[in-house]
């Protein structure tokens, strides 16, 4: 049985949240609309918003390879690059990723698309565990600035909160003016503390990844292309 995460399951919240951050009612009923079908095809990859619907049953669905979804979850995330240039890295995001490069040999992805928002540092092959128990696979580090105290910026942040628990991946910020020596030292510390995913944790955490982005991102033919691909 996979990990799910708890999240608060107030549902005229979260429809309230997931709308702000969709834009409107119309893309919240397609994407909810995807996602009970992605609830179809992974029942319990994922710790879905109480408001995605168990009673969508569409013919024909099937599991694609980690291959495929990788090719449209990239093709995703370039046009998410386009329609989005300000989520380029930042000087503070290539100053921490430096550092972090010189004192550990971790995989660092930088601008890096989950679902519909851009996670500015991801860590994804380690395994940690939270106050509680409850075990984290890959890890997100957002660079905060000033911006973040914002209130639009922080209703942004709240989804991304919300994503990254669907997920089951870590999460944590590292504000920009904290970006010195000894901090980098304790996070570097920390991160090489924590165990490395096996070969079958990583596989689904990628395809958990690809699988989301693709649903929330692409349109509903777009998705249902992928997902009703024959297998080769």
């Keep these: 049985m996979e990990d799910h995460m708890v999240i608060d399951n107030n549902v005229p919240l ?4 997931w709308t702000e951050f969709l834009g409107d009612d119309h893309r919240l009923i397609r994407a909810r609309e995807r996602l009970g079908m992605l609830k179809q095809i992974y ?7 109480a408001w995605v619907e168990d009673e969508v049953k569409v013919p024909g669905l099937r599991r694609p390879s980690l291959n495929t979804l990788a090719k449209a979850y990239w093709f995703a995330a370039e046009r998410l690059n386009k329609s989005c240039p300000e989520v380029a890295i930042t000087r ?9 490069a010189f004192y550990s040999r971790k995989e660092i ?7 519909h928002r851009c996670i500015d540092l991801f860590v994804p092959n380690i395994r940690s565990t939270e106050v509680g128990g409850r075990v984290m696979r ?19 942040d709240e989804v991304k909160s919300i994503l990254l628990h669907m997920l089951g991946i870590g999460h944590t910020g590292l504000p920009n003016w904290e970006l010195n020596e000894a901090t980098v030292t304790v996070i570097h510390r920390d991160l090489n503390s ?8 990583r596989r689904r955490l990628w395809e958990r990844i690809y699988a989301l982005t693709v649903a929330i991102s ?14 080769t």
């Design 14 to 17: 979260q429809k309230k949240i």
């Design 43 to 49: 029942p319990q990859y994922y710790n879905f918003p």
């Design 92 to 100: 503070y995001e290539r100053e921490c990723l430096k550092k972090f």
């Design 109 to 115: 992805y930088t601008s890096f698309w989950i679902g």
């Design 138 to 156: 890959g890890l997100a580090i957002e660079i905060d600035g000033e911006v973040h105290h914002y209130e639009s910026k922080m209703k942004k």
């Design 194 to 201: 924590c165990p490395t995913l096996d070969t079958r944790e």
């Design 218 to 231: 692409f349109t509903t033919a777009e998705f249902l292309q992928v997902f009703r691909e024959e297998k």
